[in-house]
């Protein structure tokens, strides 16, 4: 079956970077795309980026564009998310999601990874 | 940058259909055929229950249904029960493999 299992939780200086992992099983991989949403306390879903795991073309909200990196591993059918030069406000749960190929929504998402900026 | 609107909240006895619209800007340049739901339930993942704005995937009721008019798209639940207690979002794809949610409209089921 489908799976997305994200790396666990987080806790980083502000001024740091972070990386959470996303690794997939359950489908061929490399025929999808696959997002970076958000969730800040008390808040809504915010989308980050997208990545493809056919080309490696990028996509990403502009508030994050200077400090987020999205990258694959076909060999292990992982996406990973780094988040640079982090801020308290940047404390968030984070989730990735698969995008079928051609296709405009997130049909599987993983459990969320909790991301806390704290000094 | 295109901007989604959704009402905060929204309630309903059990039994009842309700409806949360989602309505984006003149200029948004978003596809309202590119609209997708979201029930998200506090501490789980989100979960796909409308895709292309009136899709149902596979494995969700048939009390959940979307419709568009216009800039305004909208999700309808009938028969509603305890377990529908959640937020759902909107999300519309807006071109260049970027997307925009709404705010969130929180449910409640009395």
């Known amino acids: 079956q489908v799976q997305l299992v994200q790396s666990g939780a987080e806790v980083e200086k502000p001024g740091a970077s972070v990386r959470v992992s996303c690794k997939t099983s359950?489908?061929?991989?490399?025929?999808?795309?696959f997002t970076w949403v958000r969730q800040a306390p008390g808040q809504g879903l915010e989308w980050v980026g997208w990545?493809?795991?056919?080309?490696?073309?990028?996509a990403y909200a502009q508030k994050f564009q200077d400090r987020v990196t999205l990258t694959t591993d076909t060999s292990t059918s992982t996406i990973h998310m780094e988040l640079r030069s982090l801020k308290s406000d940047d404390t968030a749960v984070y989730y990735c999601?698969?995008?079928?190929?051609?296709?405009?929504?997130?049909?599987?998402w993983g459990q969320g990874t909790l991301v806390t900026v704290s000094s | 940058q295109s901007a989604l609107t959704q009402p905060a909240s929204v309630s309903g006895s059990p039994g009842q259909s309700i409806t949360i619209s989602c309505t984006g800007t003149s200029s948004d340049g978003g596809s309202y055929n590119l609209v997708s739901w979201y029930q998200h339930h506090p501490g789980r993942a989100p979960k796909l229950v409308i895709y292309e704005s009136t899709k149902r995937p596979s494995g969700i009721s048939n009390r959940f249904s979307g419709s568009k008019s216009g800039n305004t798209a909208s999700l309808t639940i009938s028969g509603l029960q305890a377990e529908d207690e959640a937020d759902y979002y909107c999300c519309s794809y807006v071109g260049s493999a970027s997307w925009v949610f709404a705010g969130g409209t929180k449910l409640t089921v009395l």
């Open positions: 999601a698969r995008v079928p190929g051609w296709k405009y929504y997130f049909d599987f």
């Open positions: 990545i493809s795991a056919n080309n490696g073309e990028r």
């Open positions: 359950g489908f061929t991989f490399n025929i999808y795309g």
